[in-house]
């Protein structure tokens, strides 16, 4: 009669360490290790690392930082365990670990406002690559107790839904900050019931499935996933505000690459600027940007308020008292004649080409809501055989809606602009 | 400078009633004639019946009431004409009531577990009819005062807009609903963002019209509504305890039309049973349905579990005691050899093939989330011509979208089924 | 290293049956015995017996369920316990099991508009004692399989923070009606964090004791609870609701002694009317009153509108068009002046002194935020030794506190009230 | 028969400006004038000033900052006046706008942090002062359009109600900060119901009420501030977190008026240190103050990690990562002995009794839930005579509960503390 009673006291808990968090409650921690990584300064670190970069300009409440991401997609990894332990998914306490791990440091690699600064300060490197350089760093520290984390990090573990969780169509990661961000930007149309969702998990030849029954919450998570980046991730104005603070970060190392600037060797761009060309990165180059949050950047901003250089000046003070630019949006390239017809205001005030390209400027964005091709959302069918979820839904138009997105935007300065 | 104050007491409030509502908080109500309205019987009645029918047997929480939805689509109202007004659309005292009466209205005419009952009790008249017939003999007593109400409802009144927010594709009567069946049954993927969607209202031409920056939130309304339709609103287990209540009141027809069931000229059923067999409906048998309430159904049910017909009293109690008969649900209707099939068993306990048939039956729902022929979503773009939203949204199959879906059910007992 | 992993299926789960729920998301049902309890008609039946009887008249979103709530405290019920079992707290299988049914049936006993026809039906017996008789006839009906359950229910197991959570000043019951009733009024401000105050739950020498690092919690829980009584459950309009539900069922009773209304033996009051005066409460008594449900008020309700009687035509029509009389609240009792003046315009219109008396009353009601005497709550502090809230506590005036409150009211029609 | 339409537009409006508030939805900008102050570069700064200083090391969601706050005082502002206005109240367009400029800068003066720097940056000035000082300047900036606001702020202005709004023991800024920090720190218990609150304004004789059905959310607020107080605002860890802040600047200070640290005269903190002595403020550091923001502050401990000095760069690793120091909080003085015992293990690292106090350190802390003698809370009862919450409410001692509760901290290093 008595037969589905779920939870035992495996091992005594020597200390309960709780987080508080807005959205679930407390999250818990599990292990000691996990403890310890979370304390580590590295970690510590993200604690003052915006998840959402300068999108706080447009939604106020958006100021949550990667710490909590991380501590939250580390709890939904978490119930996702249970859910499928609950199911006779054999998960031993090991890989239950590293699983907890992988998703703790997936974003380790972030800097500064996250995205924002990806594409400057150690070009050509991805926050990802960075996050796996930095969990190989702790898994010396630890004395490879990273091991397992870093096969299902890097998708070598043969578990594939191990790493399906960390990084996939439908992860953790995703689950943890869609809802985040839906969350404190007010943009309730984001939020996704992530419960729901969990409960339809299943594995199956170790790939992560999904039961049939859950397909309306997949394709509410899909359009979830789609709304927040058109409405919120891309929206236009925090889009130019990130993309004036990727001018002005490129500003500046042309200032110094041009020798008009000299940095001092305790600049905190010092060695991300100076290092040596080739491709490897450093330990110590690493360490240092490391060191780099937020508040780096924006205490440069404020120093060059006062700057020599009128484009720094300028643009530092349009990030930091909201004085964008106009933004246009459409889905055609702009046209090169509209570009100049807007940089001639700025010629009649002498000011050259080159600068005027800092304030007048055009580029493209894409987003692709779902990927066909790779780690395709499986659905369990009664009949066994999982099917890929573009094959059951009839009315997505899966061709259009798998095509990355583009828009082009132009950017130049309102009418009043003074510089 | 000081230009744009918003709030200024028009009239003294005597009295400021307020309702209590778990989702909006407070609903005010604004003039003295929707309060006389509210505490007619008529409207009070809809306090006894429920607004999902028998969904609460699927998700427990759903025993909320027409009542409070009328309210709540009110409520909407308000804040719909709020904005409009707010962006300059006259709108004038009168029309402001109306509009609110209109929409508050507009359910009167639903009977016991709302849908669930509207095949069977007024066979051939729809709840829409039949609110118009209340709200006509409403007008009578209330002395003309509901003429501009009844032009709106009925769509006659020449600002098209006005009728647009109370029936359309987006209207406050779905604005409410969606969200409040989302809020009671917990599937939060049904939640829409009310305010957002209304702050992108706008009129032209006196059409309703959405500014093309909300274009996501429709997105979702529309995916909402979707998924509230197949998760929700045609749940097969909801289904499968609907088409029992259903099949209970036929069969209850059936043995008094066959005269096996005399009724006395006191039951609740009679003036609806013996009404004359003409299109009309009379004042009287409308007057005695509107004293028709859900307890009435449970009271019958919960009679019939001790009914002399086998049928009668095996369909209450699969109905009270949630012993719900198995339902297969496909996109292709069920073969007739599978009906017979299933019905063979019940063969073996000397039961009729008619009798059978309300055991063991199949049928067809549909459900169509856009309809792009009448009354379109319109967007308004900067150039200024509204676009039909069909148009606009590419991602979409529309094709697909806006053609109804029909999914086909078989119901028939579990395995151990006793009569 | 690797020390405080969790979970681990100790059983394989044959089937998973989840409940949706508007509070929690889901509610997970873990044993088969469990399972079979809620499937059985005397559990079913709570899904159409009002939790908070009339007080959707005031609160209009108030209509759920005892089933709900049942399911709900279960639920907490299951926190509890894994929270308990965390901190090294051993509990058994068959316990756990025992202490989530003991919860699951604790309101079985209630009756239609659960308290408020508690006083009438089944005169002399209160719904605690009604639903230990109905758990006693489960536990034959399954063999003793609910023996443990019951020496929990009536607290003589030796382990008493087991019956603790079941029932006391702060046990799963109430975590779930407060949470649960603030949800579905709209009253937020009765909504408690029920996952802190589990958080801070420990047991000590087999009694149930609070970590002192919860204090708020428990002090904002025992203001919660005090303002949901005053605010919400004594709400003067829903207690005049109330109490005229009280007086039409003593009227019909009074008219069925006094032998001028005549029941037919299928009415469903007859068995409670005419049942032996003795004290004991026969099985087939306890088996009708079981099939009673809102269902059958509201039934009698509506057709007592026609009833040749004044009095129960009068107050039934107060009820169901919510057309209440006036209720005056005051510290001290009326004056019976008050009451006879009040009483002397209904003379006017020849109503009998008797007759007045069903419309014109006043009485007292009661509430005791905290009991300093029975099953204090107590606080577990650093130097071990529990210690009573109320010792704690120096802002709140315990002595005023722990003295139930009495309010006296007084109900009378309104100025234009027509028979 | 119609008579209580309330809303007209009473200008057009030419945009409408709406902010995203996760806790609102959305905040409207009602006129130019408050757009232009939003605008400011001194209103802008406080998107970059933490709400809650170092809570966050606490409560990692509790990011939010005086901008949001700001902007939600306002919008309950705006509530209140709607409720004041619809009950009857006069308040002229001028009043209504001068009130929400009152309310949106009554915070402008808050340095980095918040509270937590108050006490060092500009010792000797509170941040009300300096609110009052800055208001003053953006008044000649715009021309004395902010005279009216000023007169509310400063109590000066006959309608006491108006600055009752902004500053009293239930204020708008209060409603706002309680919502809000309770909101981002997931401390539910502090969540309050502002709408019933709003809806129970009253004026009396110029003088801001309360209905007295209103009294239980009064309570409720009361505890809510009460619990948020204790639980939150002053939790021992980030007590000790901001604690350790001032022990740093405290000690930076102390270096360069020792003259052991040399301030150029571009250092952030360079004009304030260096400012004449006398009492007055000029406006030349005013202005340098309102460059100040968190990030200054975090990089000035970020530099320190490398500081010369241990204290500094002891101190400094401490916050930066959450190495915090262990505290103990008690209702009693700690005796100085402990703290001499406890500074003992530090001697044997032969560190001076004067540096010892940077980290073994004692003090205390101390919350007023209610002040019984300026601006009591006001009941409006059905006499007419406002009455003192005080007088009104029994079960509360309030001699107890009006008392300032002192509490007594002692901060020492942990065990294994490294410098």
Chains 1, 2, 3, 4 share one sequence.
Request: include cysteine; charge should be neutral; hydrophobic fraction near 40%.
């Amino acid at each position: 009669m008595l037969s589905l009673i779920k939870i035992t006291a495996q091992a005594v808990y020597l200390k309960r360490t709780l987080f508080n968090d807005p959205i679930y409650g407390f999250i818990a921690i599990e292990t000691d290790l996990i403890l310890q990584l979370i304390n580590h300064r590295f970690f510590q670190r993200l604690r003052r690392i915006s998840q959402m970069g300068l999108s706080s300009l447009v939604y106020p409440g958006a100021h949550h930082t990667r710490f909590e991401h991380a501590l939250g997609a580390m709890h939904v990894m978490q119930k996702a365990i249970e859910v499928l332990t609950q199911k006779g998914i054999a998960i031993s306490a090991e890989e239950n670990e590293a699983m907890q791990i992988a998703i703790l440091l997936h974003d380790i690699g972030h800097g500064p406002f996250s995205h924002a600064s990806e594409k400057i300060l150690l070009k050509g490197k991805t926050h990802e690559e960075l996050s796996l350089r930095i969990i190989q760093n702790l898994n010396e520290e630890f004395k490879g107790a990273l091991g397992l984390a870093i096969q299902i990090f890097t998708n070598s573990y043969p578990r594939k839904f191990m790493h399906q969780l960390v990084s996939s169509q439908i992860d953790v990661d995703r689950l943890d900050y869609l809802k985040r961000d839906s969350f404190y930007t007010g943009v309730t149309e984001g939020n996704i019931n992530t419960q729901r969702i969990l409960n339809t998990m299943h594995v199956e030849e170790e790939n992560l499935v999904f039961e049939s029954k859950g397909i309306h919450s997949l394709e509410k998570f899909l359009l979830a996933r789609r709304l927040m980046y058109w409405q919120v991730y891309l929206h236009k104005t925090s889009l130019a505000a990130e993309l004036l603070l990727v001018k002005v970060l490129e500003r500046f190392w042309e200032l110094v690459n041009s020798g008009e600037e000299v940095l001092s060797p305790t600049h905190s761009f010092y060695p991300l600027i100076h290092r040596s060309s080739d491709e490897s990165l450093s330990d110590s180059v690493l360490l240092h940007y490391l060191t780099l949050e937020d508040s780096n950047i924006l205490h440069l901003l404020k120093q060059w308020l006062g700057h020599a250089d009128f484009v720094l000046r300028s643009l530092s003070k349009q990030i930091l008292f909201r004085q964008l630019p106009k933004i246009k949006i459409q889905s055609e390239p702009f046209d090169t004649k509209i570009l100049a017809h807007k940089g001639e205001r700025l010629q009649d005030r002498s000011i050259s080409q080159k600068e005027i390209a800092y304030f007048v400027f055009s580029g493209s964005i894409s987003n692709q809501t779902y990927s066909p091709d790779h780690t395709q959302i499986l659905l369990k069918n009664k009949s066994g055989k999982p099917t890929p979820l573009a094959e059951t839904i009839d009315y997505l138009d899966f061709n259009t809606f798998s095509k990355p997105l583009y828009r082009y935007y132009l950017c130049y300065p309102k009418r009043h602009f003074s510089l």
